[in-house]
């Protein structure tokens, strides 16, 4: 995975550096009986291939589903012949359910299970919201479909809630960053692909009050989804536990400073969510307006503006991918401060010009938001340690803010205008854009040890996995080692 040098055995000891003798003892040898290490903390890129490409699935589950949102959203102003604050209602019952799962069943499932029984739960949960779309669509009820869309995204908040920081711990954490950002790549195409195939197949050939399509979509997704909880079911799923990550943070600690402290003063993490939160609102505040600010804008109709608004996502997947790519060779909070940087000016673009120059601002503003989540998700959890599943519960829980600010988008749209709408998101925009300029000049040293780390690789010359629990030869190393120092500071 890019990774070629051999490292001396002097420069595995230095990925490790503790306090004392016992605190060492005490981390390998008793935390493996009495907290619950499994060894997870160097997988190496070979271990983790498979389970990440399964989890990977789910990120296209999600994607297609949010895909689907924002065409709904669209249609059912038509069909329904509600205002576009109330079709943001939408939005609030989706994300609403980010705010509620999180912090409650989806967290405790999987600090209490572990991620594969979150998966199924999840998909279990989102296979049943799919189904509750057919006596919406019957009945041609909105509320029946805000009811629907509260079960699908409780579903998918708690998949999110496991697949998230999974993808995150699953490998060497010095890939973290590259590998959520590729496997939100596949979220992505999952958006794109959705609303080209509403359009053209789904519902195609229907009338503008004609819900039936949106009945059978809904059962063929609910039928996929109980499938691959079976699937998941029997799938090998390694258990990366928080004893795991605590223990990979205490052998980063040389690299990063790493000071274990108690959940309050994890005062990154608290930043992150405040980021997330006001990234997601604003992300989906422009995602659920983008067809008719192309139609105010551009003066087009609506399956053109859908056209546009395809254009866009595929613009955000190819993001995603070329963000990936740069994490091979940029660190990724530099990536971070660039593409914010970029969505604030496109989006105060998109608010000044009209036509297809303001389409394709917005447009824009697509591209960069493609790397932001992932991001802000890996760098709000890197060093949390035994808080690592809860902190990423909170991050997850953080997405609810995509149920406000469509709502306040619609609002002002009704108010004015479509391109002054855009004002909203923009605000948001701004309170995220403050997160990376905090992460560049406060945690850059941790950030970049944890980028730096070796953890995962293989030592060729002594023939083990550096980090590995198991290897005793390099536990006894560290142990003379930090001996060694502790005789040399009396």
């Not at 060492?24 to 389970?51: D, E, F, Y």
């Not at 004609?210 to 609910?222: C, M, R, S």
């Not at 079976?230 to 223990?247: K, W």
């Not at 980090?467 to 560290?478: F, K, P, Q």
């Amino acid at each position: 995975m890019g990774y070629k040098e051999e490292p001396e055995i002097a420069d595995v000891l230095q990925q490790r550096r503790p306090s004392n003798v016992e605190a060492m003892q005490q981390l390998h040898r008793k935390s493996v009986s009495n907290k619950g290490l499994t060894g997870a903390s160097a997988l190496t890129v070979k271990q983790s291939i498979v389970p990440i490409t399964l989890v990977t699935v789910l990120f296209f589950l999600w994607g297609f589903a949010y895909g689907l949102l924002d065409v709904l959203n669209a249609k059912f102003q038509t069909s329904l012949n509600i205002t576009a604050a109330r079709a943001g209602g939408l939005q609030g019952a989706y994300f609403g359910a980010y705010f509620i799962g999180p912090l409650t069943y989806s967290g405790w499932i999987v600090r209490k299970f572990g991620y594969r029984w979150t998966f199924i739960a999840g998909l279990s949960i989102y296979g049943v919201g799919a189904l509750m779309f057919w006596p919406s669509a019957v009945y041609r009820s909105f509320g029946g479909f805000c009811g629907a869309l509260f079960i699908v995204g409780s579903g998918l908040s708690t998949l999110e809630t496991s697949a998230n920081p999974f993808i995150a711990t699953c490998g060497p954490p010095r890939l973290s960053e590259f590998r959520l950002e590729l496997s939100q790549s596949f979220q992505a195409v999952g958006s794109v692909i959705a609303p080209l195939l509403a359009s053209r197949v789904f519902f195609k050939k229907v009338g503008d009050t004609d819900l039936t399509n949106v009945q059978w979509t809904y059962l063929g997704i609910a039928v996929f989804v109980f499938l691959l909880a079976v699937v998941f079911f029997f799938s090998p799923i390694p258990e990366v536990t928080d004893a795991d990550m605590a223990l990979q943070a205490e052998q980063c600690s040389d690299l990063t400073g790493y000071v274990d402290k108690p959940l309050r003063k994890q005062y990154k993490l608290f930043f992150g969510v405040a980021a997330q939160f006001c990234y997601v609102g604003s992300q989906v505040g422009v995602a659920s307006q983008f067809i008719r600010y192309s139609e105010e804008s551009a003066g087009i109709t609506e399956s053109q503006a859908s056209d546009r608004y395809a254009i866009g996502q595929s613009l955000f997947a190819i993001g995603r991918f070329a963000a990936a790519g740069l994490f091979m060779f940029i660190k990724p909070r530099w990536v971070l401060l660039v593409f914010m940087t970029a969505i604030m000016i496109f989006i105060a673009l998109s608010m000044g010009l009209s036509g297809e120059a303001g389409v394709a601002m917005l447009s824009l503003v697509l591209f960069f938001e493609s790397c932001i989540f992932p991001t802000i998700f890996t760098l709000a959890i890197r060093g949390l340690g035994r808080h690592t599943k809860r902190g990423s519960s909170w991050i997850v829980a953080s997405v609810c803010g995509g149920a406000f600010f469509p709502a306040m988008t619609g609002m002002a749209a009704d108010a004015s205008d479509y391109h002054k709408a855009m004002g909203v998101p923009l605000a948001g925009f701004a309170v995220a854009f403050a997160f990376p300029i905090y992460l560049n000049t406060l945690c850059a040293k941790e950030l970049d040890g944890f980028r730096d780390t070796k953890i995962g690789y293989h030592d060729e010359r002594r023939g083990t996995v550096i980090g590995d629990i198991n290897d005793e030869a390099e536990i006894e190393a560290m142990e003379k080692r930090a001996a060694s120092r502790d005789m040399g500071k009396v």
